[in-house]
């Protein structure tokens, strides 16, 4: 039994690794892995090389660089084993295991003595790139991910009911976060990509096939508008994907690739509305992101985007870009519409998703694991 007053040593397994360029689950661990070490714990977060180039810490969390084999189905794995092999000869009181596939190795810190914990972001085996045996694969890590760590966290409800109907057992819920947003004038966005405030319809996010990104540019061409439709995101294993989407690029559908720091803040300030088409979520980071910015959003229906926006986005039917197409035109004729939505987002999201809370319950699931018999 560990005192609940002692720095806790805690390490993180399955991100790609931090300072976040993209990946939800990467922003997810930069964010409450800081936000641990300023309050006295020590944080070791494992990342792939070819992710992360930065050495020793960043923001107080030391890391620890390992390689893969940077290919679609081993990068994942592969660095999981090594990591899960180093943990081992480390002193660490918990190993927190992210994502579906790392969790099988979540039994090994308890065979040595340390506490495990996993947190499953989604179904991932549900995601349109992975072939039919790689799809199985994922779909067989549900049972450790809810057997082998000593607690289990989801980040959504949806998550929670799915598990709890196929397990008979309620995973903890803690949801992703957002940060106040730094709001800013369209000065670098302008320069560089000629985009002017309130001019363009926003998505940010991966091009991968669950995203939507195809249905959202078919909706696109149905409207008849001015404003341009942006993309801010680049591929993830889907360069196919990703290049057919890109033969729809013109002066009005634009492709910016992954945009970070003070540009991805300008995208948030400046969007006219933003669109999450995504057909798979676990919990969307870029859609409190864009709540954070009081931005409006037209978001699919599925019960992930929905159980983060409540009745203050414009859903529409997931996978219909004839639906979507409608509702694109309807915020696009209707300025005080967008005005409104406007003013109920950000006081919704920054009540229910602050980091700070969430690092909260993730500390207090730690002390619970350490201090049980």
């Known amino acids: 039994?560990?005192?609940?007053?002692?720095?806790?040593?805690?390490?993180?397994?399955?991100?790609?690794?931090?300072?976040?360029?993209?990946?939800?689950?990467?922003?997810?661990?930069?964010?409450?892995?800081?936000?641990?070490?300023?309050?006295?714990?020590e944080v070791y977060v494992y990342s792939r090389a070819h992710y992360t180039k930065v050495r020793g810490r960043y923001q107080g969390i030391h890391l620890i660089r390992l390689p893969s084999v940077n290919t679609k189905h081993l990068d994942t794995a592969s660095h999981c084993m090594f990591a899960s092999i180093d943990m081992i000869f480390r002193n660490f009181d918990i190993v927190h295991f992210h994502a579906l596939g790392p969790s099988v190795f979540s039994l090994l810190p308890r065979i040595f003595g340390k506490k495990s914990v996993v947190t499953i972001h989604g179904l991932d085996w549900q995601r349109q790139k992975w072939g039919q045996f790689a799809s199985w694969i994922l779909k067989r890590c549900e049972y450790p991910a809810i057997r082998f760590p000593n607690r289990t966290i989801v980040v959504s409800k949806t998550l929670r009911d799915y598990f709890g109907s196929k397990f008979s057992t309620k995973p903890d819920i803690i949801p992703n976060g957002t940060n106040l947003p730094v709001f800013r004038e369209a000065s670098k966005i302008r320069r560089k990509y000629k985009l002017?405030?309130?001019?363009?319809?926003?998505?940010?996010?991966?091009?991968?096939?669950?995203?939507?990104?195809?249905?959202?540019?078919?909706?696109?061409?149905?409207?008849?508008?001015?404003?341009?439709?942006v993309f801010a995101g680049g591929s993830s294993f889907s360069d196919s994907y990703a290049r057919e989407l890109k033969k729809s690029e013109s002066e009005k559908i634009r492709f910016l690739d992954y945009v970070y720091g003070d540009e991805l803040e300008e995208l948030w300030s400046n969007a006219y509305i933003v669109a999450q088409p995504s057909t798979l979520e676990g919990l969307s980071i870029s859609l409190l992101e864009a709540m954070s910015y009081g931005r409006c959003i037209v978001t699919s229906d599925i019960p992930e985007n929905l159980e983060v926006v409540g009745d203050n986005a414009v859903p529409f039917k997931s996978g219909d870009p004839d639906d979507l197409s409608q509702k694109l035109e309807l915020l696009l004729g209707n300025e005080e519409l967008v005005r409104s939505y406007e003013k109920r987002t950000k006081q919704f999201v920054t009540e229910?998703?602050?980091?700070?809370?969430?690092?909260?319950s993730t500390e207090a699931i730690y002390k619970e694991i350490l201090s049980a018999k």
């Open 352 to 360: 229910k998703y602050s980091w700070e809370k969430i690092v909260d």
């Open 196 to 229: 002017e405030p309130g001019d363009f319809i926003l998505f940010v996010g991966r091009l991968v096939p669950e995203k939507g990104c195809h249905y959202l540019i078919e909706a696109f061409n149905k409207v008849a508008t001015s404003k341009k439709l």
């Open 1 to 41: 039994m560990k005192d609940s007053k002692i720095p806790m040593r805690i390490a993180m397994i399955g991100q790609k690794g931090i300072p976040a360029t993209y990946g939800g689950i990467e922003r997810h661990v930069e964010e409450v892995g800081k936000r641990l070490t300023q309050r006295g714990h």
